[in-house]
């Protein structure tokens, strides 16, 4: 089975950092594309980076592009989303999820999209105070 567990989030001020890791097992973790989602109270989840295991190709949204980093560990089956200057607005639960790429995905396209994504870990909790 599938499994994702996210970690790492926390109370940070904003301007600070943080790092959350995504663990990921059950399945050939270069064959999967790892999303990282969020979704802050009374809003919907969105989109925040995600990286393709197959070739490394890395995606942002606009409103993370310059501070987030996502990044994978083929040896730890991990991936990581290095947080900087973090903002109030950047608070939120932040879910990592995975789908298999295996050539077929035209990517870019739907890498933001929650339905393309099948299998979600259990979400972190990312404070940012002003």
């Known amino acids: 089975d599938v499994q994702l567990q996210a970690s790492g989030g926390g109370l940070v001020q904003a301007g600070g950092s943080l790092r959350l890791s995504c663990a990921a097992s059950?399945?050939?973790?270069?064959?999967?594309?790892i999303g990282w989602f969020r979704q802050a109270p009374g809003k919907e989840r969105e989109g925040v980076s995600c990286?393709?295991?197959?070739?490394?190709?890395?995606f942002y949204s606009n409103s993370v592009k310059g501070r987030f980093t996502v990044s994978g560990d083929h040896a730890k089956n991990t991936v990581y989303l290095q947080m900087n200057s973090l903002k109030p607005e950047d608070t939120a639960v932040y879910y990592c999820?995975?789908?298999?790429?295996?050539?077929?995905?035209?990517?870019?396209?739907?890498?933001?999209?929650?339905?393309?994504?099948?299998?979600w870990g259990q979400g972190t909790l990312v404070t940012v105070s002003s």
């Open positions: 999820a995975a789908e298999g790429f295996f050539w077929t995905w035209d990517l870019p396209t739907g890498w933001d999209n929650v339905g393309e994504y099948d299998n």
């Open positions: 990286i393709n295991n197959s070739d490394g190709s890395t």
């Open positions: 059950g399945f050939t973790f270069d064959d999967y594309v």
